[in-house]
C-alpha cells in the first residue's frame, strides 16, 4: 500500500536525519556530528548503524505509534470522569485527585486528570491577570507578627447557619490557626486569640484591619490628648496589657497573606466540610483540631531565622480578666450602679466613686474595684410607694394684713391718732360756743 511507504517526522528527526546521511557520505566525520547534534559519539553510532540497516525509518523512535506502557486503562478514566461529575463537580484538578486518592483509592497523576477534564469540557484553562504591587519581605521569626481577619461566607453552604471564620496566620511561617464564630465582633476575636496564645504563646504584634471592632472611631478625649495618645476599643486595650503591638492595615492588599488563605479555605475547607456533612458550627470546629495540622503539615515553610518569639503566658496572669469588656460605671450613694440599663445592688462595702464591669467570654459578669471582686446582687424590681401619686392642687394663698398697732404701721397709726384727737376738740369748741 502507498501509506506503507510514507514516514512521519518532526523538524528534529528531519534535522538529525541530513546530519547522519553527510556521516553515510563520508563528507561529515561521525565526531563532527555529534558535536553539531549535541550527542555522544556512542550514540551517533549507534544510530547511524540504525540508519545504514533500517533505511530513514532508523531515525524514527520505535515507540512512535504505540500506547505507552504506563497508560491508564479506559475503564478507569471513565470511572473518574463518573466520580467527579457525581462527587466532585466544582473541584479543580489538584483538589479533585487528592479527593479520589484519600476516598476512592485511585491514584492518577493531576496534570492527567486535569488534561481529561479539558478534554470531557469539565474544566477550562484560565490565566489569572493580576495587578502588580510591591512585595514585601516575610518577618524573619515565627511569632513575630500574626495577621488576624475574620472572613464571611455562605461556610456551609446552606446547610447550616451563616457565621465568620477567624483566621490567624503567621506572617514567616504561613502557620495557621482557625476558629468558627457566630458575628464577628470583640467577644469572637478574644476568644479566638485566647485559644491561640494557651497553643502557642503571645505574638510580638498582630497585623489587623480598621473594623470598628480593632480601631475606635470615637475622638480623641482631653485626658487622651494630653497623654498624646488614640482611643482604643476593647480589644486594643486589652493586647495592650498584654503588651502586644497591634498594627493596622490600610487596606486588604497590605494582609495578603491572610487574605490568600481565605481564598483557599473557600475552595479546600468548603468542599472538604461538603464530603463530611458538616452543617454547624460546633462540627466545623471540631472538623478543624483534625484538619489544620495536616493543613499546615502541607503548607507551612521555614521561617528565615530560627526560634520562636512567642511569649510564654506568665502563670500568674489571668487571661479572662483580660480578655474581656471592661467599663467604668459611677456608684451611687445608696451603693447601687447601672449597666446595660438594670440596676444592681453592692453588698460589700466600698468607699470608691467608680467601679469597674467585667462581662467575661463565658457570659459571667463581675464587679470590682482595684482588682478585687465585689459581691452584687440585681434589683430586678424596684419597692413600689406607701401611697400612689396623686396630682398636686394649689390653694389659694391668704394675704396677711398687719393691724395698725403694729411696728410697720406705727408712724402711721401716730400720724392718725393725733389727728383724730384734733378732730374731737374742734367738734367740743364749737359745742361750748
Known sequence: MAGKDIIMMSQRELRRLQIIHKALDKKLKQVGAADILGLSNRQIRRIVEKVRREGDKGIVHKSRGRPSNRTISGKIKARVINLYRQKYPDFGPTLANEKLFEIDKIKIGTQTLRNWLIEEGEWKKSRKHRKHLRWRERKHHFGEMEQVDGSHHDWFEGRGPKCVLMGHIDDAKSNVFAQFCKYEGTFPFMDSFKRYAKRYGLPHSVYIDKHSTYKSTAKPS????????????????????????????????????????????????????????????????NFLKYYLPIYNKRFSVEPLEKGDLHRPLPKNINLDSILCLKTERALRNDSTIVHNKKLYQIIDHVNAKKLTVEERINGSLLITHMGNHLKYQEITQRPLKQ???????????????????????????????????ARKEEEQELVEV
Do not use: C
Open 387 to 421: 401611697e400612689p401619686n396623686k396630682p398636686y392642687l394649689s390653694k389659694p394663698r391668704k394675704t396677711w394684713t398687719p393691724p395698725l398697732e403694729h411696728p410697720w404701721k406705727r408712724p402711721t397709726y401716730e400720724k392718725r391718732l393725733r389727728e383724730e384727737l
Open 222 to 285: 482631653i485626658e487622651d490628648e494630653l497623654n498624646n495618645r488614640e482611643p482604643l476599643t476593647q480589644v486594643g486595650r486589652a493586647l495592650n496589657e498584654l503588651g502586644v503591638k497591634l498594627i493596622h492595615a490600610h487596606s486588604p492588599q497590605a494582609k495578603g497573606r491572610i487574605e490568600r488563605l481565605f481564598r483557599t479555605f473557600q475552595d479546600r475547607l468548603i468542599k472538604e466540610m461538603r464530603l463530611r456533612n458538616i452543617k454547624s458550627i460546633k462540627e466545623a470546629n
